[in-house]
């Protein structure tokens, strides 16, 4: 069982970074950050599977980058140039399988860490 919790979220205005992170128990081949915002679908942000290959969604490419560090066990997500569509729950996903990019392809979730960006 692969546990997942995530922390670094907060409030920023716009134009402001944070770098969340997700702190797991096991190495598994693909880990992602998703993201919720009220009354939408949760929707992918950005995957990186074992051998470092990433992809990301259209409308963060260039802002985010995802990264993970083996030796601690986590996963990032620097976010830059934030905007206020930026807003809502991100939550760190794994599964053991090949990168998929919809939420019914990961088995693994965190409890998610909340992302405000004031206008």
């Known amino acids: 069982q692969v546990q997942l919790v995530e922390s670094g979220g907060g409030s920023v205005p716009a134009g402001g970074s944070l770098r969340l992170s997700c702190a797991y128990t096991?190495?598994?081949?693909?880990m992602g950050w998703f993201r919720q915002a009220p009354g939408k679908e949760r929707e992918g942000v950005a995957t990186?599977?074992?051998?470092?290959?990433?992809n990301y969604a259209d409308s963060v490419k260039g802002r985010f980058t995802i990264s993970k560090d083996n030796l601690k066990n986590t996963l990032y997500l620097q976010m830059t140039s934030l905007k206020p569509e930026d807003s809502a729950m991100y939550y760190c996903?794994?599964?053991?399988?090949?990168?998929?990019?919809?939420?019914?392809?990961?088995?693994?979730w965190g409890q998610g860490t909340q992302v405000t960006v004031s206008s």
């Open positions: 996903a794994a599964v053991g399988g090949l990168c998929g990019w919809y939420p019914s392809d990961f088995v693994y």
């Open positions: 096991h190495n598994i081949y693909c």
């Open positions: 990186i599977e074992r051998l470092g290959r990433t």
